[in-house]
């Protein structure tokens, strides 16, 4: 059964400071990983998709690696900014079948404070 | 962008009562899901819909748990008698099919039953 594991559970940062998210899954494999952005309360955006055979995922100041022999990816996230602060979550689908259902991580709160 | 759309956004239910919570999903997507979220847990699979039949569920979507695509466009999920442990925040996803494109989540149903 696959678990996704998020370190760190929260993080507070100063404004302008890069960081970096972790997430680990149990089974290497995988087709895809998945970030999302939770805000309080609210639904699950989408950040970045990152397939099996990348290694890297880049959009505007996020970029997403996944190193699937070891069953990690990272979310850097460059020049924070207050607009950042959300939960961070990763998601995994199951490798067998087609439906592809998502096993989440317990998600990383990020602040980042002006 | 095309959006999943969810309503109501917010639902106080009575316990034992029956709700309807509704989904629109993405038109040419073809796998559609619902995913719960109890406050402060992680977010977890219920069930997933594929050419209109149940592909597959989860140990929580029991009996009293069902889904159906009325009209092809509109995907609801109905709790027929709601318990308290029933509250959660309710996502609808859609999928378009292939490996390289991942989940779009809806912004979510934050159902109470009191």
């Known amino acids: 059964k696959q678990e996704v594991t998020q370190i760190p559970a929260a993080l507070s940062v100063p404004e302008g400071e890069n960081l970096v998210l972790n997430c680990s899954f149990t089974d290497s494999a995988i087709y895809n990983l998945q970030w999302f952005r939770q805000d309080p309360g609210k639904g699950l955006t989408s950040l970045l998709l990152?397939?099996?055979?990348?290694r890297e995922q880049t959009s505007g100041r996020l970029n997403a690696s996944l190193d699937k022999s070891s069953g990690r990816s990272t979310l850097y996230i460059a020049a924070s900014q207050p607009g950042d602060s959300a939960t961070y979550l990763c998601?995994?689908?199951?490798?067998?079948?087609?439906?592809?259902?998502?096993?989440f991580g317990k998600g990383t709160l990020l602040t980042v404070n002006p | 962008e095309p959006e999943v759309t969810q309503t109501p956004s917010h639902q106080v239910t009575q316990m034992g009562q029956e709700v309807i919570l509704r989904c629109v999903p993405i038109s040419n997507h073809l796998y559609f899901y619902w995913y719960r979220q109890i406050l402060g847990q992680k977010v977890e699979f219920l069930v997933s819909?594929?050419?209109?039949?149940?592909?597959?569920k989860s140990e929580i979507f029991d009996d009293q748990f069902s889904v159906e695509r009325p009209d092809g466009s509109n995907f609801t999920l109905k709790i027929r008698s709601t318990k308290l442990e029933d509250s959660a925040m309710y996502f609808c996803?859609?999928?378009?099919?292939?490996?390289?494109?991942?989940?779009?989540f809806g912004s979510g149903t934050r159902l109470t039953v009191v």
């Open positions: 998601a995994v689908p199951n490798s067998g079948g087609s439906n592809y259902k998502l096993t």
């Open positions: 990152i397939q099996s055979s990348q």
């Open positions: 819909f594929y050419n209109n039949e149940i592909s597959e």
């Open positions: 996803a859609s999928r378009r099919g292939d490996r390289g494109h991942g989940y779009t």
